[in-house]
């Protein structure tokens, strides 16, 4: 039970939180008539799509628990037919006698010895001529580690002097220039 002499009296100053609270003023009473209606119809609303909803999940979890019914009829058909098949095989001897077709169908996959006796040889690769002024053929010249340019023995030929009347030929382009990377 709280102490009453601990509440503050009618002299003593309020704390930011009684004087926030003071401020409020309640609204005032009543009911809305056109707030009360919106409120109902939404309501209904909502509850025929929620039914919508359960209805529907329904009908999904019915589909599938058919469908796993389905699928487990034709898993014992198929034990069976094996079943079967494995007790006339029993019944022979217990040999398997390659003439006769077995009740569940041909498989169409080879024999793995079979697969394993043929070698295959990769389809051979033809060159491809390279433009000499292709990015390709720019990029097969190399920037050693001490920062002389030196080509590969399968280079293309060397690009062609420019069309340009006088023009000089430019200078190629490198990843790691004399001053660093990128110091194109």
Do not use: C, H, N
């Amino acid at each position: 039970m709280p102490d009453r002499d601990d509440r503050p009296g009618p002299d003593e100053p309020l704390t930011p939180l009684e004087a926030r609270l003071l401020g409020w003023r309640p609204s005032p009473g009543g009911l809305d008539r056109d707030r009360m209606l919106f409120e109902a119809g939404r309501s209904g609303a909502l509850a025929e799509a929620r039914g919508r909803f359960w209805r529907g999940a329904t009908a999904g979890l019915v589909l599938a628990s058919i469908g796993l019914v389905v699928a487990l009829i034709d898993a014992r058909v198929d034990q069976g037919a094996l079943r079967d098949e494995l007790a006339a095989m029993k019944a022979r001897g217990g040999v398997f006698d390659a003439s006769v077709e077995p009740s569940w169908g041909t498989s169409s996959t080879p024999d793995p010895r079979e697969i394993a006796a043929e070698p295959v040889a990769p389809p051979p690769i033809e060159p491809v001529a390279l433009d000499a002024s292709s990015y390709l053929a720019m990029t097969r010249r190399l920037v050693s580690l001490d920062g002389t340019l030196a080509d590969r023995p399968d280079d293309p030929a060397p690009i062609g002097e420019p069309t340009g009347a006088g023009s000089a030929s430019p200078t190629p382009l490198r990843a790691f220039g004399r001053g660093g990377p990128f110091d194109l």
